[in-house]
């Protein structure tokens, strides 16, 4: 046997320390652009995305709301794979059918539908937003805009669609594009404007919508939407059906495909990455999971795309209790990483890595950035929000949503760790649990991305590539991980009532 000398690690035995922070380094210009798939030295990826967030290839996570949700918002979710072929292919369809942007409806509702109406329009149509004119036409009045934000705030379907949760206007007007929320809602205040600011990716600005200037732009409405581009999907495949579902998912739209396996070091993994690239030499393939630098190379030498890291971290994950297989994950990212980097010296090749699994707190995403890696994925971050496809219910005092493994006897999904071997010894190695409930999605992406730019501004870095570079890394004892919580005072929460 080899024996590693160093312990495997995960996050939560580092620290990063400051680097000096320059003026400039605010959170407003630190940019978190990130590659998901292959490029030359040189060369710009196909696909790229504004925040480093993708969500699981999970049952309990990435449906085609939850892709939806996190495409509005510059990540990426891969469709789960552990359903029939057209059901899955059916969820892509769906998600590049919304259109980014917002849409004009032709339909004839007026202030007197409810929102119940304007959904089900929402449903027929594929819009992910409808804009409501007074005679139903997209030239006409226009009366309000409904989006996912709007149905957020009012949940109740038999809501009208005044005066609570939806503003009424008369016209549209393009915005300063590229402007962050903050800057649109000083601008609305300065000016005392009577708009609204419909936010993107990274909350940039998309359109300010207002009454000003209508006359402007009445023939054409049109012209002040930024074009019909539809949301980016990814979705998880396996080593075994792969000639039914990959022809499907392309037909679909998919954008990215990723091979979802618990141990992708195999040659069934290699089949996989060459039926695609034979037959659909356009069709973008991540491959994993792997934890070393033998099983980077392996996969990349046999055509992946990006390399998916991790073994055993995900939060429901029992594999390493019930097998003895995993890495910690930080260990793993950082070796990976470093045969990433080798890798792109020696052929001119960059490779991204993705860190999956075993994020619990905010600041571990800023470590596997600064360890090397291009982005994470995400299963229990993501399951705790309201766009994912699981039950919410009460336990006890608190709000909860259903979460379950992927190797748990509710999944199923044993292609996910098949090593060959009677069916009838199949055993789990996932667990089906609950998690938080935490709320939507987009206000706590925005809570979790500004923590990581106010840690790279820390670092002194402005993109995630600086941050690879300038990281300094620490490692703590475990005595000084108990000096960085709360001690040695008595926390108000836990006193005795009576104060
Ligand atoms: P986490 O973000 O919840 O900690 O981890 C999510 C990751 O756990 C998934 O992306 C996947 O790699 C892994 N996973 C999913 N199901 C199981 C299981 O049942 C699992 N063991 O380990």
Redesign the pocket.
């Known amino acids: 046997a080899y024996y590693y000398t160093e312990p495997s690690r995960t996050f939560s035995e580092y620290l990063l320390l400051p680097n000096l922070t320059s003026k400039d380094c605010n959170p407003g210009n630190v940019s978190l652009k990130t590659p998901i798939v292959k490029f030359k030295k040189g060369e710009k990826p196909e696909v790229a995305l504004n925040i480093p967030f993708s969500s699981?290839?999970?049952q309990a996570v990435s449906d085609h709301n939850m892709a939806v949700a996190l495409a509005r918002c510059g990540g990426i979710s891969f469709i789960f794979g552990s359903q029939p072929v057209e059901e899955q292919a059916d969820m892509v369809r769906k998600v590049k059918g919304h259109k980014a942007g917002f849409v004009v409806s032709r339909s004839n509702l007026t202030p007197q539908h409810t929102l119940k109406d304007v959904l089900e329009l929402k449903e027929r149509t594929g819009h992910s937003t409808v804009a409501i004119t007074d005679d139903g036409t997209p030239t006409g009045k226009l009366l309000g805009i409904v989006t996912s934000r709007d149905y957020r705030i009012s949940r109740d379907p038999q809501d009208k669609l005044v005066g609570q949760f939806m503003t009424p206007f008369s016209s549209l007007i393009y915005g300063k594009s590229g402007s962050t929320l903050s800057e649109a809602n000083d601008l609305i205040w300065e000016h005392k404007l009577n708009c609204l600011p419909i936010v993107g990716a990274e909350q940039n600005l998309e359109y300010l919508v207002f009454r000003k200037d209508y006359d402007a732009h009445k023939e054409n409405p049109y012209e002040l939407l930024d074009g019909n581009k539809s949301y980016i999907v990814g979705a998880g495949i396996n080593t075994k059906d792969y000639a039914e579902r990959v022809p499907a998912l392309v037909a679909a739209g998919v954008d990215v495909l990723v091979i979802?396996s618990?141990d992708g070091y195999t040659e069934w993994q290699r089949e996989t990455i060459e039926y695609v690239k034979t037959n659909f030499p356009k069709a973008k393939i991540g491959a994993g999971?792997v934890v070393d630098r033998e099983g980077f190379l392996y996969l990349v030498e046999s055509g992946a795309d990006f390399i998916?890291v991790?073994i055993?971290?995900?939060?429901?994950?029992?594999?390493r209790e019930q097998k003895g297989i995993g890495r910690g994950q930080a260990s793993a990212v950082m070796e990976v990483a470093a045969a990433r980097d080798d890798y792109f010296r020696e052929t001119g090749i960059y490779v991204p890595i993705c860190s999956?699994?075993?994020?619990?707190h905010d600041y571990h995403i800023t470590l596997a950035l600064a360890m090397g890696a291009d982005f994470v994925?995400?299963?229990?971050?993501f399951?705790r929000f309201d766009e994912s496809p699981t039950r919410k219910l009460k336990v006890g005092n608190n709000f909860v949503k259903e979460?379950?493994?992927?190797?748990?006897n509710r999944?199923r999904?044993w292609q996910?760790y098949d090593t060959g071997g009677k069916q009838s010894l199949v055993f789990?190695?996932?667990?089906d649990s609950y998690v938080s409930y935490a709320g939507s999605l987009q206000e706590n992406m925005e809570k979790t991305i500004h923590k990581i730019k106010s840690t790279m501004c820390n670092c002194g870095s402005l993109s995630i590539e600086e941050l690879q570079q300038k990281a300094r890394i620490t490692l703590v004892s475990a005595t000084s991980i108990v000096e960085g919580g709360a001690h040695d005072v008595i926390l108000k929460e836990n006193s005795l009532s009576g104060e």
């Open positions: 699981a290839v999970m979802d618990s999971n998916k991790g055993g971290g995900g939060s429901i994950c029992i594999t999956d699994g075993g994020i619990v994925m995400m299963g229990r971050y399951a979460f379950w493994g992927e190797g748990s999944a999904n996910r789990e190695e996932g667990v």
